[in-house]
T-cell receptor
Framework: KQEVTQIPAALSVPEGENLVLNCSFT??????LQWFRQDPGKGLTSLLL???SQREQTSGRLNASLDKSSGRSTLYIAASQPGDSATYLC??????????WGAGTKLIIKP | EPEVTQTPSHQVTQMGQEVILRCVPI?????FYWYRQILGQKVEFLVS????????KSEIFDDQFSVERPDGSNFTLKIRSTKLEDSAMYFC????????FGQGTRLTVV
């Protein structure tokens, strides 16, 4: 059974720092992995999608990597800003076409 | 940019009442999902829908829940007799390769 783990559960850093959020999954048989952002009480916004055949995707200050064989993905945020404060979730699309979710990392960027 | 639309954004209902949550998925998508998130907790899978039928459902999705795609565009989640513990944010999603989520319906059962 696929399980997704995100570490750390919470992270607080000063503005301007670069940071890395981690996501690991137990079964490498995935179609893709997505990173989402969720603001408190709000919906889920897709940030980046990495197909199983890809190694990384970039969007602005965000870079996501995927190492399928080791069951890991990272989300790198460059030059963090207070507006980046949110919960970041990763989800894998498993072999049954189900999205399996991590519990998220709550990120706080201190001005 | 295409988006998934959910209505209403917030619904308050009395325990035991039926509620219908509505979603308009992205038009060329074939896979649809309902998820819920109880306040402060993890996103939980409810049901997936493909080719006009349920493809998978979780233990949460019991006989009180049902889904329909009544007119080829809307995708609805019905809860027949709401319980206090059904209070949560309900998210609809549709996908081809990438999954897109609606902004959610906050359901409050009183």
């Amino acid at each position: 059974k696929q399980e997704v783990t995100q570490i750390p559960a919470a992270l607080s850093v000063p503005e301007g720092e670069n940071l890395v959020l981690n996501c690991s999954f137990t079964d490498s048989a995935i179609y893709n992995l997505q990173w989402f952002r969720q603001d408190p009480g709000k919906g889920l916004t897709s940030l980046l999608l990495i197909q199983s055949s890809q190694r990384e995707q970039t969007s602005g200050r965000l870079n996501a990597s995927l190492d399928k064989s080791s069951g890991r993905s990272t989300l790198y945020i460059a030059a963090s800003q207070p507006g980046d404060s949110a919960t970041y979730l990763c989800a894998v699309l498993d072999s049954n076409y189900q999205l399996i979710w991590g519990a998220g990392t709550k990120l706080i960027i201190k001005p | 940019e295409p988006e998934v639309t959910q209505t209403p954004s917030h619904q308050v209902t009395q325990m035991g009442q039926e509620v219908i949550l509505r979603c308009v998925p992205i038009s060329n998508h074939l896979y649809f999902y309902w998820y819920r998130q109880i306040l402060g907790q993890k996103v939980e899978f409810l049901v997936s829908f493909y080719n006009n039928e349920i493809s998978e459902k979780s233990e949460i999705f019991d006989d009180q829940f049902s889904v329909e795609r009544p007119d080829g565009s809307n995708f609805t989640l019905k809860i027949r007799s709401t319980k206090l513990e059904d209070s949560a944010m309900y998210f609809c999603a549709s996908r081809e390769l990438e999954a897109f989520f609606g902004q959610g319906t906050r359901l409050t059962v009183v």
